[in-house]
């Protein structure tokens, strides 16, 4: 059966699934086509080590083969996660189709205790940098947004000031990542979609910071289908969510709807699992949900059945990287907890690691590290 070419997706709901050498749970793809979601199949070079050779394309082709023998797709996206420039130039030559800004170390906090002297000189530096053009904050005074609640937004000059300080770093960074996309894109049609993902961190955005982001990313010219906000820090990798799924969400998707046909990213979406259903029954907001950690999960599942030996070499190698990996993540466990595991036999290991919050964070967190410290060995 031919499978037809990934597409960009623009304001479809879309559900964004991992994958590793071409595979992805299967049960998850079939739920999220049954849910209305759209699949876009999420890579990332770091933790991609089929061989030597493999780089995007080859990743392309195996989950092509995947898709083929598993659930054949209408339509779906090419997706990648990236940082660099040339890890954004190396996906767009192969025909990617959605791009995952990674830009959550990017933010800058210190905007929110500056003194307002420290404000009016850090928005001098940004403007003197290029990041932000000579007048850029008229385009937010003296107006006012309605959301579909009846809620109304309006930004302050001190609160656009701090705004701008704290998303600058990460914006600049945006544009750099989507110039290296545009210069291979050029003459090749529909644009890919863009999302700028910034989830990883404890502190959520404001209704008024996530509106500042979104008019300012789409002023510049990015344009993204979706930004990924942090939601808050019970919102966790590998965990269930205690409070009110909808709320939380249609709060910053409320802000979302803002922006055209912007969609709301919403990460760590893997162990929430009425997400695909309460997803969409919140009127008005378009959703982008990310569900890259359940692959990782199914991997490491399989690996401790399997392969106990190297399952718990990678233990030890996720509590030798923790502290360097968690960054601004929210989670449950410190690094402390990290100190000691449970020692357990093999046939313990799925169920003592992965089947409690504990050791799934401690394996999500660092599953790209370890990974990557893996590729480094084998490319050695």
């Known amino acids: 059966m031919d499978i037809p070419a990934p597409t960009p997706l623009a304001s479809r ?35 991609e080590v089929g061989g030597p050779g493999d780089g995007p394309r080859e990743m392309l082709a195996a989950t092509m083969r995947s898709i083929e023998q598993t659930d054949p797709c209408s339509a779906w996206g090419a997706g990648c996660v990236v940082r660099m420039e040339e890890e954004a130039a190396l996906f767009a030559t192969a025909g990617y189709t959605w791009f995952t800004f990674d830009l959550a170390g990017l933010i800058d906090d210190r905007a929110h205790s500056m003194s307002l002297d420290r404000l009016d000189a850090a928005i001098v530096a940004l403007e003197d940098s290029g990041c932000y053009a000579p007048g850029w904050h008229g ?7 309605l959301t579909v609640s009846g809620r109304a937004l309006r930004l302050e000059d ?3 000031a701090r705004a701008a300080v704290k998303f600058g770093p990460a914006l600049a960074h945006a544009d750099q990542l989507h110039q290296a996309i545009r210069t291979v894109w050029t003459g090749r049609g ?9 989830a990883a961190r404890r502190t959520p955005f404001s209704s008024e910071e996530f509106l500042f982001l979104a008019l300012e990313a789409a002023r510049r010219g990015l344009s993204p289908s979706a930004i990924a906000p942090p939601i ?7 965990a269930e969510f205690a ?3 909808a709320a939380a969400i249609g709060r910053l998707g409320e802000a979302a709807t803002l922006s055209g046909s912007l969609k709301l990213g919403v990460h760590f979406a893997d162990g929430k699992p009425e997400l695909l259903s309460t997803a969409r029954a919140i009127p008005g907001v378009r959703l982008h949900l990310n569900f890259e950690e359940a692959t990782w999960r199914e991997h490491l599942g399989k690996m401790a059945d399997s392969r106990p030996e190297e399952f718990r070499e990678w233990l030890r190698v996720a509590q030798e990287v923790f502290p360097f990996a968690i960054g601004d993540t929210p989670l449950a466990i410190s690094e402390e ?12 290991l799925r169920e003592t690691f992965l089947g ?3 050791g799934r964070q401690l394996l999500l967190v660092t599953f790209c590290a370890v990974r990557h410290r893996r590729a480094e060995q084998i490319l050695k």
Do not use: K
């Open 158 to 160: 001190e609160a656009i």
């Open 139 to 145: 385009n937010y005074l003296d107006r006012e947004w």
């Open 13 to 47: 709901p879309t559900v964004a699934l991992g994958c590793l050498d071409g595979f992805f749970p299967s049960n998850l793809l079939r739920a999220t086509q049954q849910a209305g979601f759209t699949p876009v199949f999420l890579h990332r070079l770091a933790t």
């Open 243 to 245: 409070g009110d799924t």
């Open 356 to 358: 409690h919050v504990q």
């Open 190 to 198: 529909e644009p890919p979609d863009i999302e700028l993902s910034l």
């Open 232 to 238: 808050g820090a019970g919102w966790q990798p590998g």
């Open 337 to 348: 907890d990290t100190h000691a595991l449970p020692q357990v036999t093999d046939s313990a």
